[in-house]
């Protein structure tokens, strides 16, 4: 079994790196358990009951798009400040960046 560590960034391969650090020295198995809680607590806040599998599907599908987006576009650098990659400017820029929703 080969396992990798991956990273991504809007503004640099540096930041990229930096993002990275974000893991910690959390293991693989780690990492999923605390995505799976995180989901498993958002999509747990509704409890629908419904005798039709395909009702309850299509419900929780949705649920889960709707809290899927909007897509955060800002980063943390290297001080701990909050930036991001401008598409208008091309210039890396403090502050929050959001996408759109996804509708």
């Known amino acids: 079994m080969v396992y990798a560590r991956v990273a991504s960034s809007f503004i640099s391969y540096e930041q990229a790196e930096l993002n990275l650090q974000e893991l910690g020295d959390r293991t693989f198995d780690q990492v999923v358990a605390e995505g799976r809680k995180a989901w498993n607590d958002v999509l747990g806040r509704i409890e629908v009951e419904d005798n039709d599998i395909d009702k309850l599907r299509t419900f929780y599908s949705c649920l889960y798009r709707s809290v899927l987006f909007p897509h ?3 980063e943390i ?3 701990g400040e909050v930036v991001h990659y401008s598409p208008h400017t091309g210039e890396v820029l403090p502050g929050y960046m959001f996408t759109g929703t996804g509708f």
């Open 77 to 79: 650098n290297n001080a």
């Open 72 to 74: 955060s576009l800002y």
